[in-house]
């Protein structure tokens, strides 16, 4: 289905630039349309791109992660490499939810007509596939071979990109003008949104909001898994009114102490906050996710997309629930 198969891309495109708005941006810009125009509800169509963009603050190389490390003094390669197993089985569980939902209420997922596709696309997929899959790996491979750094590698895909194009004689100057006014509106709207967080997050650092509910959390007594709880639900907070960066950057040097008391790993820790900050960008009244999705489809009322990304936080809870009683699946691939 489509849904399964943004749920993928956003996934392969979280791997390319590691920041959630980003994802989100650049998979529903195109995803989104699509859907609808297959008759898909603009709940799902909406949720998807919304919470499955957010899988970018897990999958290497996530900003998150890597600003966790600086601040934790974590290693950053423990910390990508932990994040594989998480992201593959969290992207597993959208798409399972998504083939059960679609199985059971066909109305809301409706197949997709092959007879659509033109003759070219339907006989040879390869065709249309391959350069595609080569641009992937370039960008992810200039990345993990230590080539390029993220910005540099996306660069390189937009060269490929432009290569590609070139290539197939659908480069003209109205499609370079359109693309370049398209990403130049995108990258606006995703800039406008970041700094009036970050505003907001300096706000509440001012009034001391994060320490005084990180104080309050200590002089309950409570025991280490009440304490996970607690300091779950204050990033969930926090990430409903602040930007990813921001929390990560005020919440680390609060919430590490207590978690290397009550003896939890901080590699682990690191996986396990990044999953809390993608329920929190999909968590209304300002999941910044759910902003930008509505602003790529403005006929698409903000409720609209936080009804559909609600089944996705749910999983995301599970996820957290998975990786808490069993801390192996996050540590054992680092650790081996």
Do not use: H
Not at 70 to 85: K, R
């Amino acid at each position: 289905s489509l849904a399964v198969a943004s749920v993928f891309a956003c996934a392969v495109f979280g791997a390319m630039c590691g920041v959630s708005l980003a994802g989100a941006a650049t998979i529903g810009k195109f995803a989104i349309p699509e859907m609808l125009k297959a008759g898909y509800a603009k709940t799902i169509a909406t949720g998807v791109i919304a919470s499955a963009g957010s899988l970018a603050l897990l999958i290497p190389p996530s900003v998150g992660l890597i600003l966790y490390g600086l601040v934790a003094g974590e290693s950053v390669g423990y910390l990508f490499i932990a994040g594989v197993v998480p992201g593959i089985i969290i992207s597993l569980m959208m798409m399972t939810y998504l083939l059960i939902l679609g199985y059971v209420k066909p109305e809301l997922m409706p197949a997709v007509d092959l007879s659509e596709l033109e003759a070219g696309q339907k006989d040879n997929p390869w065709v249309v596939t391959i350069p595609a899959l080569l641009l992937v790996f370039a960008v992810l491979g200039s990345i993990y071979f230590g080539i390029a750094t993220p910005s540099e590698s996306a660069a390189i895909g937009c060269l490929g990109a432009l290569a590609i194009a070139a290539y197939k004689r659908t480069l003209n100057v109205e499609t370079l003008v359109r693309v370049i006014s398209d990403t130049t509106k995108t990258t606006g709207m995703i800039l406008a949104i970041l700094s009036s967080a970050l505003v907001f997050g300096y706000l509440l650092t001012r009034l001391r909001v994060p320490q005084d509910l990180v104080a309050w959390i200590v002089e309950q007594g409570f025991d280490q898994y009440m304490v996970l709880v607690a300091i779950f639900l204050l990033l969930i907070v926090m990430g409903m009114f602040m930007d990813v960066v921001s929390v990560i950057l005020i919440a680390t040097p609060l919430l590490l102490p207590i978690i290397k008391n009550f003896n939890y790993d901080p590699i682990w820790f690191g996986i396990v906050m990044a999953i809390v900050t993608e329920m929190a960008v999909i968590t209304p009244p300002v999941g910044l996710n759910l902003f930008v999705i509505q602003g790529i489809s403005p006929q698409t009322s903000l409720m609209t997309v936080a009804r559909g990304s609600f089944p996705f936080f749910l999983i995301l809870v599970l996820a957290v629930i998975l990786f808490t009683i069993f801390p192996n699946l996050v540590l054992w691939l680092p650790f081996g």
